[in-house]
């Protein structure tokens, strides 16, 4: 069905830049976040409280969300990983957050060092220190993982259940190192949706294999309405070989229109955004929307 809102999550100056050589400074990430609002993203994950050490891109992000946490935003998102990032986030002036596990083992111990258990057990600390405040939670490696390949459904929903009756209020379904293939993308969202109401769900998609946009209208095919995007299609996970860019928000926004629905995001200025981000890093990004306007 066309003509419906889609919603579109800002994760750029997250997920777009922790996994970046080059680090934006506080101000240049603030200054970011501000262009991305001025285009009309209502809702930013804005940084990571994670150990500095292991994402160095994401150190000062307690200063970042002190610049930011009165922005006119709807939602703007912390990533955290533990209890302690939480009450990091809180004292921040953070009041919406993201937390992440994962469908496999293996990825679970690189990037948390933990397994999925012991995650679900962090989660639930996480749920207790955030109370009633939105909590997201990142389903990784939903397709696929770098370590342990195929990844079977009946886990992904497994996991996904576990932490909607610990109380997240979203599951989102991620693509963490961009395999998912468009029949991949319908066959999940069928068996998930069996289970769990569509309107809880959405899709974090990379594009290493430039096949982001297909699974993202077949996401539109299956019914999602949630999406995560990087402006200018920055993005990778540090901890998944292979992982590149996430689906570029200009080409996910041309997707939608395309589609007959509506994001209530200005492209044209953000794709000026990302532009302007672009001379910031010293180098061109990957979105396919940028290709004409430089």
């Not at 970011?32 to 994670?50: N, T, Y």
């Not at 993201?98 to 496999?104: D, E, G, Y």
């Not at 294999?209 to 990087?230: E, Q």
Request: proline share 4%; hydrophobic share 40%; aromatic share 6%.
């Amino acid at each position: 069905m066309s003509g419906e809102t889609v919603r579109v999550v800002e994760v750029g100056p997250r997920d777009g830049l922790q996994s970046r050589g080059v680090s934006l400074t506080v101000d240049q990430r603030v200054e970011w976040i501000s262009r991305l609002i001025s285009a009309g993203l209502g809702e930013i994950e804005a940084g990571s409280f994670v150990r500095e050490d292991r994402v160095p891109s994401m150190a000062a992000s307690d200063e970042v969300f002190r610049h930011c946490s009165d922005a006119p935003l709807l939602h703007l998102w912390a990533l955290i990983p533990n209890q302690r990032g939480a009450l990091r986030a809180i004292e921040a002036g953070a009041s919406s957050f993201a937390f992440f596990t994962s469908a496999s083992e293996s990825f679970s111990e690189a990037n948390s060092r933990c397994s999925i258990e012991e995650s679900l057990e962090r989660f639930q600390e996480v749920r207790q220190t955030t109370g009633a405040a939105p909590l997201r939670t990142y389903l990784s490696c939903s397709f696929g993982c770098p370590y342990e390949g195929e990844i079977a459904p009946e886990r992904v929903l497994e996991v996904a259940l576990a932490l909607l009756q610990g109380g997240s209020d979203e599951l989102v379904i991620s693509d963490t190192i961009g395999i998912a293939t468009a029949d991949a993308t319908r066959a999940l969202i069928d068996r998930l949706q069996r289970e769990i109401p569509l309107e809880k769900l959405s899709l974090h998609l990379h594009d290493t294999r430039g096949s982001a946009l297909d699974c993202a209208r077949a996401g539109l095919d299956a019914g999602i309405r949630g999406f995560d995007a990087s402006a200018g299609g920055i993005g990778g996970c540090p901890f998944a070989p292979g992982a590149r860019g996430n689906i570029a928000t200009e080409d996910l926004l041309q997707l939608l229109a395309e589609q007959g629905h509506d994001s209530g995001i200005d492209r044209e200025r953000l794709i000026e955004s990302s532009l302007w981000l672009e001379r910031c890093l010293g180098e061109q990004l990957p979105a396919r929307s940028l290709t004409d306007r430089r």
